[in-house]
């Protein structure tokens, strides 16, 4: 079953480390089975103020074990994560997908 980790983020410091961050992130995803479904700021928010000045991530991986080995590894932990401190707000959580609808 799919699961993403969601994440609103308000980039406040848009250096170098942030560029390092999302570069190194991308491609430990990758290596555990992620895909990016969304990343960057709404085209046009329609409604409301929460999303203004943010940018929204969805990243998808096949299961949970591997979004966890994705996020609980030492490389995202200790060589990936740090390059995010100062940056931004970041707002993050992970989702299951819904079981297939019974017939």
């Known amino acids: ?13 848009p250096g170098p480390n942030f560029k390092k961050y ?3 992130s991308a491609r430990l995803a990758r290596s555990h089975g992620g895909k990016y479904l969304i ?4 085209a046009n928010v329609v409604s409301g103020t929460l999303l203004e000045k943010k940018a929204l991530i969805i990243l998808e991986f096949p299961a949970m074990e591997n979004l966890r080995a994705f ?5 995202y932990q200790k060589d990936c994560k740090p390059l995010r401190e100062g940056t931004g707000i970041y ?4 989702f299951e997908s819904p079981p297939p609808a019974s017939a």
């Open 91 to 94: 707002d993050i959580a992970f």
């Open 71 to 75: 996020y609980d590894s030492d490389a």
């Open 39 to 42: 990343r960057g700021k709404s």
């Open 22 to 24: 999302t570069e190194e």
């Open 1 to 13: 079953m799919p699961a993403y980790i969601v994440s609103v983020v308000e980039v406040t410091n």
